[in-house]
C-alpha cells in the first residue's frame, strides 16, 4: 500500500455512525476496486492461478486437507476466540 493511501482521508474516514451500512467503507471498497482493475487484468491472474495448481497439485491438495482437517476451536491457541 501506498503511502498516500494509508493517510486518512478527511471525507471518508468519519468518526460519526453511518447508520445501517457504511457509505465510506462503500466508497473505499468502489475505489479500491476501480484501481485494481485499471492495474491488473483478472483473467490473467486466474489463469496463472489455475497453472500453478495444476503444476504443483500435490502441495495444494496437501493445503486444502490440513485447513479442513479441524474447526475453529480444535487447537489450544483458538481458545480465546470462541
Known sequence: ???????????????ENEGEGSK???QRYRRDVDEFLEN???????RRAQ???EHDRD????AEREG???????????KDLI
Not at 40 to 46: I, R
Open 1 to 15: 500500500m501506498d503511502e498516500k493511501r494509508k493517510a486518512p482521508d478527511v471525507e471518508t474516514d468519519r468518526e
Open 24 to 26: 465510506s467503507a462503500d
Open 40 to 46: 491488473e487484468d483478472p483473467a490473467k491472474l486466474a
Open 51 to 53: 497453472a500453478d495448481v
Open 59 to 62: 502441495s495444494y491438495d496437501a
Open 68 to 78: 479442513k482437517s479441524r474447526s475453529k476451536g480444535d487447537s489450544p491457541a483458538d
